[in-house]
Structures are given as C-alpha cells and as structure tokens.
Nanobody, 125 residues
Framework: QLQLVESGGGLVQPGGSLRLACAAS???????LGWFRQAPGKEREAVSC????????TYADSVKGRFTVSRDNARKMVYLQLNSLKPEDTAVYYC???????????????????WGQGTQVTVSS
C-alpha cells in the first residue's frame, strides 16, 4: 500500500506562488502521479499529472502556463509549482498515484488508486 503525504500548502496573496510536495512511502518507479484539487461545494478535479517516466504531462486548462508538475523518482517525490495564483485556485490539493502497468496514461481522478490526505491552499488578500 503506497502512502502519500502532501506538504507546502498555505495562505498566499493573489499573484503569489507556492510549491507543493508529495512524499511517497515506497518506490514511485511504476506509477503515474497526479495532483488534484477540491474546492468547497465542488467536485474533485484534475490539476496536473505526470507519467511514470516523466515524459507526458497533463494540465487543466485553468492552470496551464501557471502550474508546473515534476517528479523525482530517486527521492520518491512529486512536486507542483503554483505561480500567479488566483482566488479561484483555493482548494484542498491532493496528490495521487496509480500503477502504470497495463494502463493508458491519463489524468482521470477515478483511475487513481492511492491518495494523500491533502493540503489546503488559500489564495486571498
């Protein structure tokens, strides 16, 4: 059972930046990784995903050009750099993982099996 722990959330002013990190309890050499978020009263949505080999990345239209996903398999980490933050980015951010073997890479939260507990990001002046 892969355990994931997010960190790096907080309160930031509009236009500010944050870097979220997610630490895995075991190897991530065989999993796709993703970041998802859920705002109050809304469904969980995909923010960004990265394939097992780091070659493919996916971004929600709302964050393209502002957020950057990266992974470090040696350190068992995945990161999300959040720049030019907007109030509508306020949400709980979750990292998640899904085994890549036998599956097509995608960023559908329903396809992800292992989830962290989430970290709150609040964008407000």
């Amino acid at each position: 059972q892969l355990q994931l722990v997010e960190s790096g959330g907080g309160l930031v002013q509009p236009g500010g930046s944050l870097r979220l990190a997610c630490a895995a309890s075991g190897t991530v050499d065989y999993v796709d990784l993703g970041w998802f978020r859920q705002a109050p009263g809304k469904e969980r949505e995909a923010v960004s995903c990265v394939s097992v080999n780091g070659v493919r990345t996916t971004y929600a239209d709302s964050v393209k050009g502002r957020f950057t996903v990266s992974r470090d398999n040696a350190r068992k980490m995945v990161y999300l750099q959040l720049n030019s933050l907007k109030p509508e980015d306020t949400a709980v951010y979750y990292c998640a993982a899904t085994p890549s073997a036998g599956r097509t890479y995608n960023c559908d939260p329903l396809r992800y099996d292992y989830w962290g507990q989430g970290t709150q990001v609040t964008v407000s002046s």
